[in-house]
């Protein structure tokens, strides 16, 4: 298994929106990246737990292939807040 070294963590990019909430279907040229993601792989059980939603910074991260699913690995300086329900 892999495991991300100090300060990143492996994360599963949310599918960017190609279409807007009125149902317009938008050309790749204008399609809207998507800032969330969730924690698949993270030694930071106490802050950053498995399963946790994050938003993260536009241009954070490298995508790599692990076990043939596409993941990012971000620095954790790039995640800009983290999902808790309330």
């Not at 892999?2 to 960017?16: E, I, L, R, S």
């Not at 149902?23 to 106490?46: F, K």
């Amino acid at each position: 298994m892999w495991h991300p070294q100090a300060g990143t963590v492996f994360v599963k990019k949310a599918v960017d929106k190609t279409v807007t909430e009125g149902g317009i279907h938008l050309p790749n040229a204008q399609v809207e990246l998507t800032l969330e993601g969730e924690i698949m792989i993270s030694p930071y059980s106490d802050h950053y737990k498995i399963g946790t939603k994050i938003l993260f910074s536009k241009f954070a991260g490298s995508e790599v292939k692990v076990d043939g699913q596409s993941l990012f690995i971000i620095r954790t300086d790039d995640i800009l807040a983290t999902w808790r329900e309330e």
